[in-house]
């Protein structure tokens, strides 16, 4: 009897039933039909795990700051990775997936840890607090001022996960989720949880994760969302059905739970009318969507199901796209020679059958289909099912825009013009992502102008960017996966965006001094600290945000601006010629190049003898406010704004803020100077 799958509660593994049959499911290989493990029916205590997470892996989490968050992720990313051959491909296998599928799946998880950790190190504070927008004020003295913050929600993260992508569909929402500090609940679908908790034990194993961090459920889900709270966040994928359900749960609605959702998507392909046959923008749209079709055996929800031709060119597609489908064989994925493997289970091929007769009230079968040579050679033992193309009888029939068919399937429908696929697009009432093949610009942004509203990604493809494209059906870490109306409506991933989805933001109003204390950032009208060390002497600890340093004095002169005209060769008209710059309203006569102004303030801050500061990394937020004239005075107060240690060098970054001022104590420039600085052991 094949082993029956334990949850992982309370830091605890916990199996949820004797083994007994009628208290556990068999889940089946795709391609073998054969047991690989057993789901129990049993309900587990989710009220003490859901507490627990939120009491003791909350704590925990919100003990690490971004970087510490992002240091762990880089490490849990190798730990996976030295286990992909090994573990995962193998057991990848069993869910119908082909090695090139697993990698899909398997590598693209783990290469979700590894984008999350690189963003986190390098766009997130050292700091369990992250700012969003400037400071605003609201007194003209500078006394009241408020800010944005984004904070570690109090609950955790509840991940109800669809079977196709086990691994990857775990490791995408537990990456930014664990760098927003927010403990993670995963509830798999029993199809392919096998797979999902293996890599989990391994999370659990590689002892990287602090106490509470994770939770595994695979069990009944009696009472998945009954002890939920407004601190709460779900994070569903499946289909359109079970997320309209998920959102009217009661606790749901009367806690405000935040919820989100990626649903089934009725993703098109657009092929332009400039993209004929012969043209490379053709090839490119017949590779991809012979593609889309037979990854994952069609089974992913970026997968295309609607692809959009000019009508005279339907019938040099359905040529091409019957060649390449030729070549694809259907098998066990342990064959070698097999290029597409099963669906998950066989009932989704029995409802992928009856998908296919609803579509069949609007479109024909032009190549494959289950009467199809093929399909009847195939084994009766797996979920076997031959790649297939339909052809809309109309462009608007109704079932090619309403029917997912959840597997090797695409319908070929037939358009007029620009604004005609446009509409047509829409009618899928809202999609992950759409993909357009063509030449011509003016095309592609009407189409794209056009269909942004309804889509959450749109991918342009054509002879310049082929060969580096990612293709259609990639999520990407940096870019959001998410899309309105029947996809969803929610967002995932997309960079930092995707961490603060699992935060909350909150305006806190106060004075400078008050609000430096939150955010830890110097805050312009918040105190300094004077000393008469000169800053740039400090390591990197022992650097006290606040600490100031007032400059001496520079006065312009005529020769300065005509050095650095040489210097440069910006001979600029309001830097050389009195007449003309005299009649310019900004200026009113001759001024200081803005550059002049910054390098001769660097001037009179920087200590010049070698110290912890190794170098000048850049500038940010740089605005030239007051024109500096000839017999102007400059002079700069440079302050300790933010600092943020590197986990993996010997040095930190360090933000200045750097205010110029003129004689009349008017703001001249303003800007952030960014420097490296080491650490004290360096």
Not at 28 to 37: H, K, M, R
Not at 495 to 506: A, C, D, E, N, P
Not at 536 to 542: A, G, P, Q, T, V
């Amino acid at each position: 009897m094949a082993e029956l799958l334990s949850s992982y509660l309370c830091d605890e593994w916990f199996t949820a039933s004797d083994g007994a049959a009628d208290n556990s499911r068999e889940l089946l290989d795709a391609s073998t039909s054969q047991p690989v493990a057993r789901w129990s029916h049993e309900p587990v205590d989710l009220a003490t795990a859901y507490s627990y997470a939120r009491t003791v892996g909350g704590p925990a989490l919100r003990r690490l700051t971004f970087t510490e968050r992002a240091a762990i992720l880089k490490q849990l990313a190798g730990y996976l990775n030295d286990r992909r051959e090994s573990d995962y491909y193998p057991l990848s296998l069993a869910t119908g997936a082909t090695l090139f599928d697993s990698k899909f799946d398997v590598d693209g998880g783990i290469g979700v840890l590894f984008a999350y950790s690189s963003r986190g190190r390098r766009e997130l504070p050292d700091s369990t607090v992250y700012l969003d927008g400037p400071v605003e004020q609201f007194s003209k003295d500078g006394s009241f001022v408020a800010q944005h913050i984004y904070t570690s929600r109090r609950g955790l993260a509840l991940f109800i996960n669809a079977f196709n992508f086990p691994v990857w569909g775990m490791l995408e929402k537990f990456a930014p989720a664990f760098l927003a500090g927010v403990p993670v609940v995963v509830k798999p679908a029993a199809q392919t949880a096998y797979l999902t908790a293996k890599v989990f034990a391994d999370m659990v194993e590689s002892q990287l994760l602090p106490p509470g961090a994770i939770s595994l459920i695979c069990a009944a889900p009696e009472g998945l969302l009954d002890h939920l709270t407004g601190q709460d966040v779900v994070s569903f994928t499946g289909s359109a059905a079970t997320a309209r359900q998920l959102r009217q749960h009661p606790v749901v609605n009367r806690e405000s739970v935040k919820f989100t959702a990626e649903a089934d998507s009725l993703n098109c392909a657009i092929l332009g009318p400039d993209a004929v046959a012969g043209q490379p923008e053709f090839d490119l749209f017949i590779r991809e969507l012979a593609r889309e079709i037979t990854v994952k055996a069609g089974q992913k929800c970026t997968a295309i199901r609607r692809a959009f031709v000019p009508s005279g060119q339907l019938d040099a597609v359905i040529e091409a796209l019957s060649a390449k489908l030729a070549k694809v064989v259907v098998g066990d994925p342990r064959d070698e020679g097999t290029t597409m493997g099963a669906l998950a289970t066989v009932g989704q091929r029995d409802e992928l059958a009856a998908n296919l007769q609803k579509l069949a009230a609007g479109a024909d079968v032009v190549i494959g289909g289950p009467d199809s040579p093929a399909a009847k050679a195939l084994p009766a033992t797996g979920a076997f099912v031959a790649p297939t193309v339909l052809r809309a009888r109309s462009a608007t029939a109704e079932a090619v825009h309403s029917v997912e068919p959840f597997g090797p399937v695409a319908t070929l429908i037939g358009y007029q013009g620009a604004d005609e696929v446009v509409e047509l697009a829409a009618l899928g009432e809202g999609s992950l992502v759409g993909s357009v093949y063509s030449y011509d610009p003016g095309f592609v942004r009407e189409v794209v102008l056009g269909a942004a509203a309804h889509h959450g990604r749109l991918l342009v493809v054509d002879r310049d960017d082929a060969r580096s494209s990612t293709g259609h059906g990639s999520p990407l870490p940096l870019l959001v996966h998410g899309g309105p109306g029947r996809a969803g409506g929610g967002e995932e991933l997309g960079g930092i965006r995707g961490v603060l989805h699992y935060m909350q933001r909150t305006a806190v109003q106060g004075s400078p001094r008050a609000l430096a204390a939150v955010t830890g950032r110097w805050t312009p009208g918040a105190p300094t600290i004077t000393e008469d060390a000169h800053p740039f002497r400090k390591h990197l600890e022992d650097l006290a945000i606040g600490q100031v340093l007032f400059t001496d004095s520079h006065t312009v002169t005529a020769e300065d601006i005509d050095s650095f005209v040489a210097l440069t060769g910006d001979s600029f008209y309001a830097h050389t010629n009195p007449e003309a710059a005299a009649a310019n309203p900004l200026f009113g006569g001759i001024v200081a190049h803005g550059y002049y102004v910054i390098s001769r303030v660097a001037g009179l801050f920087v200590d010049p003898a070698p110290g912890p500061v190794l170098a000048n990394y850049g500038l940010d937020n740089l605005r030239f406010i007051t024109p500096v004239k000839v017999g102007d005075s400059i002079r700069a107060q440079l302050t300790c704004k933010e600092k943020k240690a590197r986990q993996t060098e010997n040095y930190g970054e360090v933000r200045w803020d750097l205010i110029v001022r003129n004689q009349d104590d008017e703001l001249v420039a303003t800007y952030d100077v960014l420097t490296l600085v080491a650490k004290r052991d360096s």
